[in-house]
């Protein structure tokens, strides 16, 4: 266990699991599952919605906003593979002050954001106002860096980071096909298990106090090795539109469970107490607000 210096008393252990189970020495926790009316906001996929392949025929020759731009519309009208509707749990456990046994859950995709059907899908790099858009209309958030350790901890598929070398062209659509061609021959060694949570291909772009300080800048984090040593650690070296082939998108369901019992990861991430266990940089001010504030 890590004992927090900001919440005196207080202790947080992840658990560490594969997909849906925990070990034998695993609690009740490992209980609470993810809604499918979380992912309602999600519109179906489209019969005649274009295949990842026709989308990147699209964007092969733009970038940044304008690249963006055209992913954001496919993953708002629901053009994504259906894996990415079947949330995944994720398990946290804390004590209060008071004493207070807490367990919580958060609900996130199992991948990085994608476009396409299930059959023909690319995994899609984008600036920060496009995620935060994305995931905000959605009714979901970006993750915290501990959340992304957490997940990276508890996923039931661990691919090793890919780095592609690094030129003028990392950010070109090109690259971010390759790397996802790459890393689909990866996560073909595991089997066609798409609803598996899976982590260590991507870094996270992530939701931290350090973009009200340095507003215009993205927030990146992870890319977990093999030893679960993040690769990137958090960094807003970068302009807000800026993305590589190496930055992933995952979402965040904006319910959280608390011993069961569902509540708004907004309340909990403004929780003064509550944030400790979800929140390396503590509480994050009316994070809804934030999101927005990336994208508008």
Known sequence: MKKLSALAGTTIAVFFMAIHSVSAAGTGAANQSCSKELTSKIPARKANAPSGKAVMQQVMRLGGSE????????ALSGNMPSFLYDLTPV??????????????????TPDYLAVGSDSDFVRVPMGLPAAAEIA????????TTKMVDAIYAQAGIHLAPSPMKPTNKMSSTDYLMRHNQTVEGQRAGFGRIPAALTAGQKKDI???NRLRKVPGRVAIYGWHRTNGKPIQPLSTVHGASYADYSHGVRLVSDTAYINGEARSLTSIMQDPQLSQIVSSEGPIARARGLLASLYK
């Open 67 to 74: 690249r963006d731009a055209v992913f954001t519309r496919e």
């Open 91 to 108: 398990f946290f456990s804390g004590k209060l002050p008071d004493g207070q046994d807490i367990r919580m859950t958060i609900c996130v």
């Open 136 to 143: 905000d209309r959605l009714e979901f958030f970006l993750p």
């Open 206 to 208: 992530v939701l931290s």
